[in-house]
């Protein structure tokens, strides 16, 4: 599994979209990058995955850069309810073992 | 379908007892996991099963057992409590390939004495 690198805290408006950063430099060929998010109180939920082309999904969408090094999860209108931490995941196969870094802590502002 | 159950909601136990928690899942899923999430850290796997019959270690297993008692129930037994094992723990479900999308419980969150 590639190890991931995310900002500690992010802070967005309400209705304005969220771009949420995931560093992954040592990333292989074949590891898959998953976002998972989990909202106060309660366990993690999967929110999307990617291999290299760009994603979308009724939650959010997943950008994906060239080099796959990066990826930015975004929130197209941030919602009080998207308040959460978000957990970026990046590898290919190891049984559905998840494992979570510290995730960035997202607060929306009405 | 009420997806991924865990009982109890909330436990505290004195050093040195023993408890199990329970999980089930009604998604028909091969593969169970326990995590244990510490304030402010991520989840860090304690075991898993990929199927009925087997389990294996996660990164933190000691001071725990686990049963997979059919494809639906997956426990996880601190058979002697410590405050070290204070923790939410919490139990998903979900199937070796990708997407990996693993459903979770709502958690138990454990207060050792």
């Known amino acids: 599994d590639a190890k991931t690198t995310q900002p500690n805290s992010m802070e967005s408006n309400e209705e304005e979209p969220v771009h949420l950063p995931c560093n992954h430099s040592?990333?292989?060929?074949?590891?898959?990058i998953h976002w998972y998010r989990q909202l106060p109180s309660q366990g993690p939920e999967y929110v999307i995955h990617?291999?290299?082309s760009n994603v979308n999904n009724r939650m959010a969408s997943l950008a994906i850069a060239e080099d796959r090094k990066s990826s930015t999860l975004i929130l197209h209108r941030a919602t009080l309810r998207d308040a959460a931490v978000y957990y970026c995941?990046?590898?290919?196969?190891?049984?559905?073992?998840?494992?979570f870094g510290q995730g960035t802590e997202l607060s929306v502002k009405p | 379908n009420a997806g991924v159950t865990q009982t109890p909601k909330f436990q505290v136990l004195k050093t040195g007892q023993s408890m199990t928690l329970q999980c089930a899942q009604d998604?028909?899923?091969?593969?169970m996991y326990w995590y244990r999430q510490d304030p402010g850290m991520g989840l860090r796997l304690i075991y898993y099963?990929?199927?009925?019959?087997?389990?294996d270690k996660g990164e933190v297993p000691n001071g725990y057992n686990v049963s997979r008692l059919n494809k639906r129930e997956f426990s996880l037994r601190l058979e002697s409590a410590a405050p070290s094992q204070t923790s939410v723990y919490f139990c998903?479900?979900?199937?070796?390939?990708?997407?990996?999308?693993?459903?979770f419980g709502p958690g138990t969150r454990l207060t050792v004495t």
């Open positions: 998903a479900s979900g199937e070796d390939r990708t997407p990996y999308e693993q459903y």
């Open positions: 040592t990333i292989s060929g074949t590891d898959y």
């Open positions: 990617g291999l290299t």
């Open positions: 995941i990046a590898f290919y196969n190891q049984g559905g073992k998840l494992i």
């Open positions: 998604m028909n899923h091969n593969s």
């Open positions: 099963s990929a199927s009925e019959g087997t389990t």
